[in-house]
Nanobody
């Protein structure tokens, strides 16, 4: 399965961006991670296709929304109220097996990774 992410860019603080990620094959979970310079990769949001359960890191709750189209194997991340600390390379990830929602924040449960898209928020 290959993942193709798009939608990154430069935006002012308080602005919005929408990331998209299309998978070339069937997946059971999809998620977004990000990595800022000098920092470790961190989980942002994830979704289970079966039931549509979602999970978010605390710092993006209420600002980011993950959604998707299972039939198209495509996941979206709507990012509103962007802050300078959201600046990072955002990676799309997908898993071929279903996982409990509580484990979706762990990168080791994802089997496929996209190439990353840069999100830069100017303050």
């Amino acid at each position: 399965v290959q993942l193709q992410a798009s939608g990154g860019g430069l935006v002012q603080a308080g602005g919005s961006l929408r990331l998209s990620c299309a998978a070339s094959g069937r997946t059971f979970i999809m998620g977004w991670f990000r990595q800022a310079p000098g920092k470790e990769r961190e989980f942002v949001a994830g979704i289970k296709w079966n039931g549509g359960s979602t999970s978010y890191r605390d710092s993006v709750k209420g600002r980011f929304t993950i959604s998707g189209d299972n039939a198209k194997n495509t996941v979206y991340l709507q990012m509103n109220g962007l802050k300078a600390e959201d600046t990072a390379v955002y990676y799309c990830a997908a898993g071929r097996g279903s996982r409990p929602i509580a484990t979706m924040g762990y990168g080791r449960y994802y089997d496929y990774w996209g190439q990353g898209t840069q999100v830069t928020v100017s303050s």
